[in-house]
């Protein structure tokens, strides 16, 4: 039986990455759905400074999602609060890469990495309540309602906890 392809790879951003990241941080299609309609309009400077500040620092994390039809896909991110206790995820695909399980790919490497380093106790992610695929993606990686979380109004926080994440990564399958 042939071995499946996977759908795509996730890696360590780099400096190389950061035209690609532009590009989708100032596509209206992609950042709508994260309260930017008009896109996020960074400039190539701006986002150099973005990279400075993340690249030095331990407690973040950015991932490049890649298939092997599509070139550049997207990114997630993720970021713990100095106590370790919670992190917040991003993921964000370009639309040409949505809808064939590269979110769930992004999103699980960045978990299996928060929670495989002992990086945070949980992740936290606060979608607006109409971001339908968002929702359905991350009730699909464990996350469910945090009654204590407080976003923007319309948002909803979901968060998944390491000990939860661990026992979904352990079950066959
Ligand atoms: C959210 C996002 C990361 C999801 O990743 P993805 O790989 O595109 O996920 P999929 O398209 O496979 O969809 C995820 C699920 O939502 C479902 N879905 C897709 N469109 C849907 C819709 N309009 N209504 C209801 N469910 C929908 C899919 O069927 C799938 O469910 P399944 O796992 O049961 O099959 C991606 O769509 C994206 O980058 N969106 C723009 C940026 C964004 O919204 N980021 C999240 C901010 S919180």
Known sequence: M???TPPGTVRPTTPADLPDLARLWNDA????????????????DDLGRWWDALDGDPRRRHLTIEAPDLGYCGEAHDRADPAGETATVDIKLRPAAQGRGLGALGLSAA????????????????????????????????FRPDPEG?????????????AAWAARSARPG
């Open 2 to 4: 042939p071995t499946p």
């Open 111 to 142: 978990l299996d990495e928060l929670f495989g380093r002992d990086l945070a106790r949980r992740a936290t992610v606060d979608p607006h309540r109409d971001n339908a695929p968002a929702l359905r993606l991350y009730e699909r990686l464990g």
């Open 29 to 44: 299609a992609v950042m709508r759905h994260v309260g930017f309609p008009d896109g996020l309009g960074i400039t190539a």
């Open 150 to 162: 407080s976003t923007a109004e319309g948002h909803v926080v979901l968060a998944v906890t390491a």
